[in-house]
């Protein structure tokens, strides 16, 4: 199985949950301090962990098994440690290293010379190193020109006109995957995210705001009917979509600052419903920090998270290091430029 299948099926295992293990965030002003002082306990444990797993040339792979180097994985680890650790500081330069010419990441070292959506998480995870001041900009300037292949006036004819299976305004677009796709809501999120952090508005970086304002557009405009978000679409072929917990939880990070929309509300109602059944900890980790950031309790999954043994031995790095994210949950909103 080659390296771009292998993590597509990780991906499939992070949303069912069959890794070993489950646990995320503290709310500071719900749970008493034994409940505290464990979950840091764990938290550094993960995060030996996560220093451990370190590859010698600064980043991570996507798991255990692998030795090439991911963006994702190294990108949430890089987030995760901070900036207090020697890894840290090691990743970041590998961040340095391995930026495309053109400003943007690839998903893996070596691969994508035209970069992709990991660009953002790059983007955030060099916020405080003052080295990456010049990538960053490098960054965001390539950012700004990449967008959905329905921003191109021939594609919006198409899309009014002959393909109407899909259901939204194509004038409202954000970010793909990669080059030459049409706008998803995950790599839009990011995208947004990543843009909020814009240090000023000289030259081409004055667009951020308006870039910013159309992808969260696009995230109003193709919200599923029942709340939530799925991959891309809300309605195909004249019928509702189904919404993704992955996908919803990322498009409301994005949209903490419109936690009065009715959307956004929709989407957080929809989250809560559905989070008592789950139990992988990629996904709860991601609804953790989503909720937080809409002011939302958390502490009723807390008790069911802290009861799953074993957290590091989780295979995938990237999980690994989105539970240690969520349980640094106040840190983790402010690298993302979430108020709280």
């Not at 994508?112 to 405080?128: F, K, Q």
């Not at 677009?173 to 995208?191: C, E, I, N, Q, R």
Request: charged residues 20%; proline residues 5%.
């Amino acid at each position: 199985m080659n390296e771009r299948a292998r993590v597509a099926a990780v991906g499939v295992l992070r949303s069912i949950g069959t890794s070993r293990g489950v646990l995320l965030t503290r709310s500071d002003s719900a749970i008493t301090s034994d409940h505290v002082t464990s979950d840091e306990l764990l938290r550094g444990r993960l995060l030996d962990e996560l220093t451990r797993r370190q590859l010698p040339s600064g980043g991570w792979a996507t798991s255990t098994t692998s030795k090439q180097a991911a963006l994702e994985s190294s990108c949430l680890a890089a987030l995760a440690l901070g900036l207090r650790s020697d890894g840290a500081h090691r990743v970041q330069d590998f961040l340095l290293r391995v930026q495309n010419p053109n400003g943007s990441w690839p998903a893996f070292v070596g691969d994508d010379p035209d970069g992709g959506w990991v660009t953002s998480l790059a983007l955030i995870a060099l916020r405080d190193y003052v080295p990456g001041i010049p990538a960053r900009l490098r960054g965001f300037h390539w950012l700004l020109k990449f967008a959905g292949k329905e921003s191109n006036w021939l594609w919006k004819w198409k899309f009014r006109t002959t393909d109407r299976h899909v259901r939204f305004d194509p004038d409202k677009y954000g970010w793909p995957w990669f080059p030459d796709t049409v706008s998803w809501v995950v790599p839009t999120s990011f995208a947004i995210l990543a843009l909020n952090q814009v240090p000023c508005s000289c030259g081409d970086l004055g667009r951020a705001p308006h870039r910013v304002t159309l992808g969260i557009e696009m995230l109003m405009d193709r919200a599923c009917p029942s709340g939530g978000w799925n991959a891309g679409n809300g309605v195909v072929y004249g019928a509702p979509l189904a919404p993704h917990v992955d996908d919803t939880a990322v498009a409301l990070l994005a949209l903490s600052e419109r936690k009065e929309h009715l959307v956004a509300q929709s989407g957080v109602l929809w989250l809560e419903r559905t989070v008592q059944g789950l139990r992988s900890p990629w996904t709860l980790a991601w609804v953790m920090l989503a909720l937080a950031a809409h002011g939302r309790p958390i502490e009723f999954l807390l008790t069911r998270l802290r009861s799953l043994p074993d957290l590091a031995a989780i295979e995938d790095t990237s999980t690994v290091a989105a539970i240690s994210l969520a349980l640094g949950c106040h840190d983790t909103l402010s690298a993302f430029g979430v108020a709280t």
